[in-house]
């Protein structure tokens, strides 16, 4: 196949960072410029589609650009600046400026009010084609050359080659950045999974699958990993938003233990052993007459309760009148200290993110661009940035997507490339 005709601008990858930056250049570039995405896949926004249980949880209601950025395990720092540019009310803005409106949910979720993630494709497949962004898809790019004057030249998985003057890299937390971005002078941040739940196999938790406790504080043994939140009891262990956000803050630290580590769980987080016992102690001046396992402290969902009470030993009639100090103590230990063996993980299916990617330091926030390659962009995912679930990753996307579109219409305005 013969070379194809040059292009100004080419993305690599039509996931929501790529066309964000495509859209983003080819708006500030109004036909100044060829802007051409490139997509290996038959069909672009696939993990749009997918994305928040196939509603789009498009971005947070979290409007402080230093508060959005806590809540990023690797990125964080970086991003405070980028945000200051362009945070989640800019989202908010720029979809409804382009015809989507978008609703909170009371976690601080955001979606669109259709609840469907095609609302969100058809949003930016349209901004897309209005601003004349071209795309090609089952087109991937298999290596990045520097051209000696300028530019770059891109080997095509369909054959052939497509030369640019500006290069945006936005192919998520696939291996490909290593390939594309090693050739560019580029480290990459050796990629582990984030976002993922723990595989338990313990008796405390049988039976218990779909059991939702509101409030636990989850920690990793012998580290300063520590979240509280909502936990979920599945059939292979434990999930929910606490389990995911120990996940995506220890991605690296439990990488390393192969994901065999000790879990420890306080199911009462407001409490700790003393309170428990002190709580135990007035809940036996109240309810003396009354079967332990009929009543349970602080709220505790009672199939819990009850399997925590037989854990303890304590049999099935014994009153709260008639607990021992022993009992008591080890009913105390299992509500604030219950130790779990986790054994794996698995992926969690609503969303999970990719930790690494391409190295922080060599990237201005300001703009996007390498430090390292000029004419160079990155967006999205490939970038070692994750965030914790609650759109926060698409967050990133869209911001980065913002910050490079701009900056690549601005770096061709200046050069006249
Ligand atoms: C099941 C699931 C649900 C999710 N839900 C949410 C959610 O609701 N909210 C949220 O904030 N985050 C969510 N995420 C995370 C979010 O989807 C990603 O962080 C986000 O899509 C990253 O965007 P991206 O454009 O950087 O990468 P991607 O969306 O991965 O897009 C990259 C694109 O590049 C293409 N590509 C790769 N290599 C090449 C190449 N060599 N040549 C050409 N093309 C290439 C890929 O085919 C892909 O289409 C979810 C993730 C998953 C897996």
Redesign the pocket.
Known sequence: MSNLLPSKVVV???????FFGAITCAEALAGRGAVTV????AN?L???K???GGR??VTHSCFEPKELAKRYPRGGPALIGAFHRFQATDTVKWFEAHGVVLKTEPDGRMFPTTDQSQTIINCLTNAARASGVELRTSC??ERVERRSEGGFRLRLSVGGTLDCDVLLL?????K?ADV?TSSLGHTIEPPVPSLFTFHIADKRLEGLSGLAVERATVSVAGTKLKETGPVLITHWGLSGPGILRLSAWGARELAAFAYTFSLRVNWLPDHNFESVIALAQAQRGLTGARQVSNVALAGLPSRLWERLVTTAGIAPQTQWAGLTKAQTQTLARLLVESEFAVTGKSMN?????TCGGVRLAEVDFKTMASRVCPGLYF????LDIDGITG?????A?WTTGWLAGNAMAERLAAKQV
């Not at 936005?170 to 696939?174: K, N, P, R, S, V």
């Not at 299916?349 to 993110?353: D, H, L, N, P, Q």
């Not at 967006?379 to 490939?382: D, F, Q, T, V, W």
């Open positions: 690599v990858g039509g996931g929501a960072a790529g490139l997509e290996r896949g672009v696939q993990k749009v997918i994305s928040g789009c949880n991937g790019v936005a192919t998520g937390g696939t490909a594309l299916k609503e969303e999970f993110v967006a999205g995912e490939l759109g926060f990753n698409f967050q996307a």
